[in-house]
Nanobody, 123 residues
Framework: QVQLVESGGGLVQAGGSLRLSCAAS????????MGWFRQAPGKEREFVAT????????SYEDSVKARFTISRDNAKNTVYLQMDSLKPEDTAVYYC????????????????WGQGTQVTVSS
C-alpha cells in the first residue's frame, strides 16, 4: 500500500507559478512511476505528466509542455509539479498517482491516488 499526500495548491493570478508536492509513504518510492492528473469542474480527469522511477524519463500532456515540469526526489519520497505561466484553464483539482513499473499515460494505469489539491488560476 502506498499513501500519497499532495500539497502546494492555491489561488494564483494568470501568468503566475505554483509548485505542487506529493509525499509518498508505505512502500519503496523508487519502485513506482509517478503521475499527475487533474480534474476541472464538470470535466473528466485528464493526464498532466508522468515520470519514471529514476526520474530519467518524463512525458507531458500537450497543453502543459514547456510550462510544467515534473520531477522527483527519491531520497525524500516526493514528486513535484512545477507549474509556470499558469492559465485560467489550468484551474482544477490536481492529483498525484503511483504505479509499479514504467510511466503511464492513463488514469487506469495507476494503482494509488492522493486526495488532491485545488489549483485556481484567476484571469
Amino acid at each position: 500500500q502506498v499513501q500519497l499526500v499532495e500539497s502546494g495548491g492555491g489561488l494564483v493570478q494568470a501568468g503566475g507559478s505554483l509548485r505542487l508536492s506529493c509525499a509518498a509513504s508505505g512502500r519503496t518510492f523508487s519502485n513506482y512511476a509517478m503521475g499527475w492528473f487533474r480534474q476541472a469542474p464538470g470535466k473528466e480527469r485528464e493526464f498532466v505528466a508522468t515520470i519514471s522511477r529514476s526520474g530519467g524519463v518524463a512525458s507531458y500532456e500537450d497543453s502543459v509542455k514547456a510550462r510544467f515540469t515534473i520531477s522527483r526526489d527519491n531520497a525524500k519520497n516526493t514528486v513535484y509539479l512545477q507549474m509556470d505561466s499558469l492559465k485560467p484553464e489550468d484551474t482544477a483539482v490536481y492529483y498525484c498517482a503511483a504505479r509499479i513499473g514504467g510511466i503511464g499515460l492513463g488514469g487506469n494505469d495507476y494503482d494509488y491516488w492522493g486526495q488532491g489539491t485545488q489549483v485556481t488560476v484567476s484571469s
